[in-house]
């Protein structure tokens, strides 16, 4: 009788990870589909250079650490940097980002992917073309929406190579 317990305890305990891990592998590829979404929307608002509702996609406290920048703590210094970038009348063009991976984890989700990008820069006869990589740390809200709260991204181009 106790060797039938026994068995019957790890046949339990194997379907219980076993549910657990398809439960987790789904809540990753809904949440990826979430963001993928997301990102559809935030490149619409980049392309028709609408600072604001990129921004209303962004949590009060959220950290953005452009590529050759300073970081950016909070909303309003992510705003000035918007800012800045518009009143320098530099243009998205073209922005595709490739989720490759979400790691959801509680509260937050962990998105690392790969973008390509254009703009147009005045002066310059050719728009600037850049590709490289990307981790957003996404927030669950409270209505269940997601809002960045860290993002960093860098390009897959040298610099020094570019001239």
Known sequence: MKKMNVKRSVIMIVALFAAITMYSQQSAKDYQLKIENLNKEMTKYMLEGNHEKSLSMYTAD?????????M???IAAIRKGAEEMAKMDMK???FEPTTLK????GKLITEI????IELTVPGM???VVD???YLTLWEKQADGSLKVKVEIWNSDLNPMEQQ
């Not at 959220?62 to 300073?70: C, F, K, R």
């Open 62 to 70: 959220a950290i953005s650490m452009p590529a050759n920048e300073p």
């Open 72 to 74: 950016r703590e909070g």
């Open 92 to 94: 998205v063009t073209l």
């Open 102 to 105: 979400v790691i959801p984890d």
């Open 113 to 116: 992917g790969t973008y390509k």
């Open 125 to 127: 006869d050719q728009p």
């Open 131 to 133: 590709h490289g990589k």
